[in-house]
């Protein structure tokens, strides 16, 4: 059973904006963490952000911080990733996550369910 579908990516120009778009099943957004990480070719998972289940705290990766914000509306099972001043190594396939956890957890194993992924292309 798919518990989240994530969208939105396509390609922009450096300094472009995106918003990614995540939706997922009620149970996840009553109770877990949702995050989002990337991946870009030839390399490992990485953490971008996270954020608690009542939207009152959210932590991210330094290379992103101050230019994407995350953020969940609970009421209709959804999350966003609104990325502003794209740069060509944000270039990857992001991934919403979401963890059954009360801590902020940074690393893709922590996380229990996965969107099936939106390529994000910047270029310079």
């Given amino acids: ?13 450096t300094g472009g904006s995106l918003t990614l778009s995540c939706t997922g099943t009620p149970r996840i957004f009553s109770s877990d963490l949702v995050g989002w990480f990337r991946q870009a070719p030839g390399k490992e998972r990485e953490f971008v952000a996270t954020i608690g289940r009542d939207d009152a705290r959210a932590e991210y990766a330094d290379s992103v911080q101050g230019r994407f914000t995350i953020s969940r509306d609970n009421a209709k099972n959804t999350a966003s990733l609104q990325m502003n001043s794209l ?38």
């Fill in 1 to 13: 059973q798919v518990q989240l579908v994530d969208s939105g990516g396509g390609s922009v120009q």
């Fill in 87 to 124: 740069m060509p190594d944000d270039t990857a396939v992001y991934y919403c996550a979401a963890a059954v956890s009360d801590s902020y957890p940074y690393t893709a194993g922590e996380y229990d369910y996965w969107g099936q992924g939106t390529q994000v292309t910047v270029s310079s």
